[in-house]
């Protein structure tokens, strides 16, 4: 799940920071991947802060997704000292705030440093022909206007702070959270260099309809990044392959044995593929798994019908297969782990791996058609959720046991979906096929995906909310998602032809072609299954 680490909240101080007075450019190739956890910068000496290219130099305290705030900046006893990022790169000043803001868009993003002061980081990227000259290949960033209705800034936006007669730099920050009802009053939170002489990094700006305080004239969003980075897999004649879906991050062919495929994950601290959970049935009906950060695969079980796979809130694997003779058995822990026998008489399963401090989720179909779910995995007893004539069933889970959700198709082919909570179920659709379920951002707001007739429909709500035709021609389908604040919905499906599309944001988004000649999908959410 994406993981907001705040520290100490300070008042702000707004900084100068300037740019420097000479600088040569020189564009970087254009080869950079999307990072939702930054890493130590490679030029970089002796640890930490650069200090063994700047004597001196000292972490703040405060760090967010790998993002380090240096120091002493100007206002806090330090002096500025130039650095390019790459060679023949625009200069930043050690330790100005324009250089963190321009180094968490540099690793994160991939933008090229150009010219700015504190002021103007905001407006300068696409100013005249700045971007053709610093970033012809970079991310189409959007400018929002500080006092936009509807509109904060997200976490992995950066701001601008207006310059003023007693400073004629301004200031930049990079935000990492946001606290805003819905009449755009509250705060944000974000991380700065040369904040002041006491300041350890971290500030807050309050926010009053919708316009943020502290001097803000603007900020900078990236639509194409997130802190979500959602593994999509897929089978193929080929074998199995999978990326996290990130700019850049190319697939990869896991094993060219082919058969049905589960995962879960993120790229994590290592960034790529390091974190992700694959799990796939061979043909010998043998249950397989391997951390993307492993060579080799390990086989954990013989005789596998069904399988799926999560991570728990602690990222630990969470492991649950399906027996050919009907038997359920689940995991959570290392890899090779001892299963424990969950049921019998199954005939269909599901897991959410849970988030925070819920533990995993498990679902199944006992073979009289009865739906019973049961929180963790080692102990517990399963309950009935719903008694009968249940053919095939769907769970989710966010930060806390109490936000899962549950769905389920009827033998008569009717889709129903309930929280946890609820004690009746809601009637979504009728004549479904196929179903899939998740929940959104820190407040576990229900995404909902059915199939009928070919047709994918989804819906962030339960009845009565409004589903979305999504497309048309489709064969399977998975929805994903977050529980981290910002969060959008993953939506995958495969069509007729083998087709696998992808999209993420708002419902009614554009799909884009994935893979071709697959016959199976797997999308993870990290909290959802």
């Known amino acids: 799940m994406g993981v907001v680490i705040l520290g100490p909240l300070n008042s702000v101080t707004v900084a100068a920071s300037r740019r420097p007075p000479t600088a040569q450019h020189r564009l970087k190739p254009a080869s950079f991947s999307a990072k939702r956890i930054v890493t130590a910068p490679s030029w970089w000496k002796g640890g930490d802060c650069d200090s063994g290219n700047y004597p001196g130099s000292h972490p703040l305290g405060a760090v967010w997704h790998g993002l380090v705030t240096c120091g002493p900046g100007p206002t806090q006893g330090g002096s500025d000292h130039l650095v390019n990022f790459f060679p023949g790169s625009w200069g930043e000043l050690e330790w100005e705030c324009v250089e963190l803001s321009m180094r968490w868009m540099y690793l994160a993003w991939g933008v090229n440093p150009y010219p700015a002061n504190g002021w103007d980081v905001v407006s300068n990227y696409n100013l005249g022909d700045n971007k053709a000259k610093y970033n012809p290949n970079g991310p189409e960033l959007v400018i929002v206007n500080n ?38 009053n509250g705060t944000i939170t974000i991380i700065q260099q040369n904040g002041g002489v006491a300041n350890n990094g971290w500030a807050t700006y309050p926010v009053t309809d919708w316009r943020v305080g502290g001097g803000v004239s603007g900020w900078l969003h990236n639509p194409a990044w997130s802190f979500q980075r959602p593994v999509i897999g897929y089978s193929s004649p080929a074998g199995i392959t999978a990326r996290i879906a990130e700019p850049g991050n190319p697939y990869e062919l896991l094993t060219t044995t082919s058969g049905p495929v589960a995962l879960a994950g993120d790229a994590g601290i290592t960034g790529r593929n390091g974190q992700a959970l694959y799990g796939y049935i061979a043909p010998d009906d043998e249950f397989i798994v391997k951390r993307a950060s492993s060579v080799g695969w390990t086989p954990v079980a013989l005789g596998a019908r069904a399988i799926a796979v999560a991570l728990s809130g602690s990222g630990s694997p969470v492991l649950a297969w399906l027996s050919t003779a009907g038997d359920f058995y689940a995991e959570e822990g290392p890899l090779t782990g001892k299963f424990t026998l969950e049921a019998t008489g199954v005939s ?46 769907a769970v989710a889970e966010s930060t806390t046991s109490t936000s899962a959700m549950l769905g389920y198709v009827s033998s008569n082919g009717t889709f129903f979906a309930k929280q946890a909570t609820q004690a009746q179920w809601t009637k979504e659709a009728g004549n479904v096929t196929a179903i899939s379920l998740a929940e959104i951002g820190p407040t576990a707001v ?64 554009t799909f884009s072609l994935q893979a071709e000649g697959t016959t199976t999908l797997a999308l993870s959410s990290l909290t959802n299954s």
């Open 348 to 393: 269909s399963i599901a897991l959410a791996g849970g988030g925070g401090s819920a533990p995993p989720l498990l679902g199944y179909v006992s073979n009289s058609g009865a739906f019973l779910v049961k929180s963790g995995v080692v102990g517990g007893h399963f309950s009935v959720a719903q008694a009968s004539a249940v053919r095939s069933i």
């Open 446 to 509: 229900p995404l909902v995906g059915y199939l009928s007739a070919g047709n994918f429909y989804a819906a962030d709500g339960l009845s009565p909310a409004s589903f979305v035709a999504e497309a048309s021609g489709v064969s399977q389908i998975a929805v994903a998602s977050d529980s981290a604040p910002g969060a959008l919905p993953d939506l995958g499906y495969l069509t007729s032809t083998g087709d696998l599309e992808m999209m993420q944001g708002p419902l009614s988004g």
């Open 147 to 184: 006092g936009t209705v509807d509109s904060v800034p997200q976490p992995g936006d950066v701001i601008s702070v207006a310059r003023t007669a007693s400073d004629e730099f301004g200031h930049t920050a990079v935000v990492t959270s946001n606290a805003v009802d819905a009449e755009g």
